[in-house]
C-alpha cells in the first residue's frame, strides 16, 4: 500500500507540491494569527518552515536541491524552479498601475532606489566579510538583502552556485522578518503615521512581506501605500542588481 501511494505521489509531484505548500501556507497563517497576532506574517513562518525542511531534505539525502531530493517531494523542485518563480515577479509586476508610483512624488522613486542599492551593497559588503569576494556570490547575497525574490533572480541570471543563492533567501528572511517586528517599534521615531512617510518607508525597506506585515501592526490603513513601493522595489532590483549593481561590483573587485 506504502508502495502504491508513494508512487501515485512521484507520478504526480507537481500537483503534490501545490498540496504541499498550501498546507503549509495555511498552518503558518494560523500560527501567525494565534502566536504573533499577525505581527509576524503567516509568508515569513512558511520561508522559515521551508528551509528548515530543505536543509533536513538534503542532509538525509545528500543532495543539492534540498527536499526536492525526496523523490515524492521532487514536484517541489519544479514549483519552486526558475519558470513559475519568475512567472509569479512578472505576474506581481502587472498589477501594478504606473499612475499609482506617481503619487509618492519624487521622494518614491528616491527611496526605492536608495533603497535597493543600499541594501545591496550592505549584503555585498558582509558577504565579502564571510568570504564570498567574487562578484557574482556578492551580487546574489546583496540582491537576497534587498529581498529574498530578488536574491534568487541575480542568482539564477548570473549563474551562482545554489549554497550562495540559499544564502541570499536566508539574508531576505531575516529582513523581512527583521522589519515586520521593528516597524512597530520605530514607527513614533520616524513619524511613520501617513501614507506619504509609507510609501518612502516601503521604498527604503522593500520587503513586501516585511513592510505589509509591519505596518498592518501598525496602522493597516498605511499597508496599501507601504506596499505598493515595496512591489516596485522588488521590480527595480530584479531589473538592476544582476546588471548595473553586479558590473559595478565587476568594476571594484577587478574579478
Avoid: W
Amino acid at each position: 500500500m506504502n508502495d502504491v501511494v508513494a508512487g501515485l505521489l512521484e507520478a504526480n509531484g507537481l500537483v503534490f507540491a501545490f498540496l504541499v505548500v498550501g498546507v503549509l501556507i495555511l498552518v503558518s497563517n494560523h500560527l501567525s494569527r494565534r502566536l504573533t497576532r499577525g505581527r509576524l506574517q503567516g509568508s515569513a513562518i512558511a520561508i522559515t518552515v521551508g528551509l528548515v525542511l530543505a536543509y533536513f531534505g538534503g542532509l538525509h539525502t545528500g543532495g543539492e536541491r534540498g527536499l526536492a531530493d525526496v523523490a515524492i517531494f521532487a514536484g517541489v523542485g519544479v514549483m519552486g524552479g526558475a519558470m513559475l518563480r519568475d512567472f509569479a515577479i512578472v505576474s506581481t509586476a502587472y498589477g501594478v498601475d504606473l499612475d499609482e508610483i506617481k503619487k509618492a512624488g519624487l521622494t518614491g522613486v528616491l527611496a526605492i532606489l536608495l533603497g535597493v542599492f543600499v541594501s545591496a551593497v550592505v549584503g555585498a559588503a558582509i558577504a565579502a566579510g564571510f568570504g564570498y569576494t567574487d562578484p557574482v556570490s556578492m551580487a546574489t547575497i546583496g540582491g537576497g538583502a534587498a529581498t529574498y525574490i530578488v536574491g534568487p533572480v541575480t542568482g539564477t541570471a548570473l549563474g551562482a552556485s545554489s549554497e550562495v543563492i540559499a544564502l541570499s533567501v536566508a539574508a531576505g528572511l531575516v529582513k523581512a522578518v527583521a522589519v515586520m517586528v521593528g516597524t512597530p517599534l520605530i514607527a513614533p521615531l520616524i513619524k511613520l503615521d501617513n501614507y506619504k512617510s509609507a510609501m518612502a518607508f516601503g521604498g527604503l525597506m522593500g520587503t513586501t512581506s516585511g513592510v505589509a506585515g509591519g505596518l498592518a501592526a501598525t496602522d493597516k490603513r498605511l499597508v496599501p501605500y507601504g506596499a505598493m513601493t515595496a512591489t516596485f522595489f522588488t521590480g527595480v532590483g530584479c531589473l538592476l542588481v544582476p546588471s548595473v549593481f553586479y558590473f559595478a561590483l565587476v568594476l571594484v573587485t577587478g574579478g
